[in-house]
Every structure is written in structure tokens, then in C-alpha cells.
């Protein structure tokens, strides 16, 4: 594991993860919290959120997606990650476009429901901050979908490995986590 990718481990550790019993918002039990947003929004964090972040765009997304060229992902969860990501990617040739999905359409202005640099036609990295059962990713890759982008992979910072990954991939999108649960405690 890098220096980078062990010290936001110690982050989100202290943190975000919490273990004991809780009531998730798909009302499911588990033993496993992940608020990743406080990781996410603490300045250390998001830089090596997107130090690592875009460390795996470059050595796993691209090669096989090289024409991938925005990132982004439901608000607000997905919001500093692909910000993060986005940023680090400045200094390349390419840097990466950076957008938001709403969870519904703006009822004023131009009525849109992504915001920032995103245009139809695009190959598109979607984000997420956590991935239990997919539907907060699903619901922003049918958002993307919807208008015009194309999701060629599915980046997440936390994968709780309760199935998540394999509803968005049923889909034909590879996920590539930051983390999984089994990397976080060691049960390799």
C-alpha cells in the first residue's frame, strides 16, 4: 500500500468508519458504519482522496478507457470526491471534467439535473462515496445515461462488499474501490 493510500486509510479510520450497530438508510442492519463525507471534507483527506484516487484513473481506469474524460456522481456524497480527483488531475495533459447529479432536476433556470462540466456524448467515471446495495451509484448512472454520458467504470472510496459492486456491474460497469471492507480489516 502507498504512503498515501495508508495514511487516508488512518483518516478514514479516525474518522469515518465506526463499527457497533447501526440502521442504514436502505433500513438494513449492519455492524459497519461509513460516513465518508467528514474524510472527504477534512483538507487532508480530500487531497489524498485525490492523490489515490487519481492515481487509479491513470493505472486502471484509463488503460482500459482512454477516452474517459469526466468524472462525477450523485450529490453530495460523490461531490468532494470527484472535486478532489478532478484537481489532481489539473497538471496532466488531459485533466479530468468535473460534475455534480442532482437528485432531481432543478424546477428553475435551465431545469438541469447535472451541473458542471459534463456534455452529452461523454465517457464518464461516476463516483460514489460509499457502495452498500448500488442504488445511490445505479440512480446516478441512469441519471448520466439519461442524458447523453456514457459510464464506462464506477470509482468508490469505500466498498462495504454487501453486494453493491455486483448490482453495478451487472450493468456492464467495472467498479474499482479505494477500499474495501476486507482491505480496511485486514481480511485479506
Known amino acids: 500500500m502507498s504512503n498515501a493510500k495508508?495514511?487516508?486509510?488512518d483518516i478514514l479510520l479516525a474518522k469515518s468508519i465506526k463499527t457497533g450497530h447501526f440502521i442504514l438508510a436502505s433500513g438494513k442492519e449492519s455492524d459497519l458504519?461509513?460516513?465518508?463525507?467528514?474524510?472527504?471534507?477534512?483538507?487532508?483527506?480530500?487531497?489524498?482522496?485525490?492523490?489515490?484516487?487519481w492515481q487509479m484513473v491513470q493505472e486502471e481506469i484509463l488503460p482500459r478507457f482512454p477516452e474517459a474524460c469526466s468524472i462525477g456522481g450523485?450529490?453530495?456524497?460523490?461531490?468532494?470526491?470527484s472535486l478532489a480527483i478532478g484537481m489532481y488531475s489539473a497538471g496532466a495533459e488531459k485533466p479530468l471534467c468535473v460534475f455534480t447529479v442532482r437528485k432531481e432536476a432543478k424546477d428553475h433556470g435551465r431545469g438541469k439535473r447535472i451541473e458542471?462540466?459534463?456534455?452529452?456524448?461523454?465517457?464518464?467515471?461516476v463516483v460514489d462515496d460509499v457502495i452498500t446495495t448500488?442504488?445511490?451509484?445505479l440512480k446516478a448512472i441512469d441519471a448520466i445515461e439519461a442524458e447523453g454520458g456514457k459510464v464506462v467504470a464506477a470509482l468508490v472510496l469505500v466498498d462495504r462488499q454487501e453486494g453493491g459492486r455486483e448490482a453495478i456491474e451487472s450493468r456492464g460497469i467495472p467498479v474499482f474501490p479505494m477500499f474495501t471492507r476486507a482491505s480496511i480489516f485486514g481480511d485479506k
Open 6 to 9: 495508508s495514511e487516508l486509510l
Open 74 to 81: 450523485m450529490t453530495m456524497g460523490a461531490d468532494p470526491i
Open 134 to 137: 448500488g442504488g445511490s451509484t
Open 116 to 125: 458542471g462540466n459534463f456534455a452529452a456524448g461523454q465517457q464518464v467515471i
Open 33 to 53: 458504519y461509513c460516513d465518508c463525507r467528514i474524510t472527504a471534507l477534512d483538507a487532508r483527506g480530500a487531497n489524498l482522496i485525490g492523490e489515490v484516487g
